[in-house]
């Protein structure tokens, strides 16, 4: 069975995102770099797949500027077997990146896409949605549980006020949640040998696809700072600042 993974490279998690000072767009001048961490939980899927036997070849798919590489060598070195970076320095929008995964599925026919789902830059949560209604594939979005067994897929999602299990046909899109797995880090020999495996280039243009904005990024701005709050001595305190003062009761 072939896995298509698709790994967004994003702003470290642990990173403070700051505006320009133009507040044209978020400060990514030396800022740290690393894989979506949805994604990074899609790999780790997809590596456990292939260790119990299930998958047989686990292919990397990322979409952007040069440095995505750095992030498809670490997905190369926690188990995928090849990598192929689709090289532009637009700014990509979820339906661009369905598109052109679109695209490498019908090349590649892989049997399972599995991919994050949530970016935590866009915070976009569409391009798996996306990708399963341009390809026709059935999905499992947010899943907290992916079990394989005779040509479908049993994803378990986390739902309000429970779980739900939804079994697909394969070829599926999955789109992972937190509680899916929790991802291994990456060793020395490993991210040695992550240097030599295969990681093709190509262009928006080798797939077809129009990497032209549809939706304009107007600016960006940092959340109003919010004002300290205050300790109250007691209870009837508190209740007379939210009569009096919040006036919210
Ligand atoms: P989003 O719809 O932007 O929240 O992204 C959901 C998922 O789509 C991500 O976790 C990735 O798996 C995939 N994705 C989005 N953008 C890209 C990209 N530029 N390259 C590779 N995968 C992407």
Redesign the pocket.
Known sequence: MKVLV???RVVDYNVKVRPKADGTNVELANVKMSI?P??EI?VEEAVRLKEKGTATEIVA????AKP?QEQLRTALALGADRAIHVETDAE?Q?LT?AKMLKAIADEEKPDLII?????ID???????QMLAALTGMPQGTFASEVAIADGSVSVTREIDGGLQTVKLSLPAVV?TDLRLNEPRYASLPNIMKAKRKPLDTKTPEDLGVNVEARVQLVGVEPPAQRSAGIKVADVDALVEKLKNEAKVI
């Open positions: 698709a790994v967004k979506n949805f994604c899609a798919v990322s979409m952007g995505c990509l979820p990146v991919m994050g789902k949530q970016s866009g915070d976009n949560n569409q391009t798996g789109t």
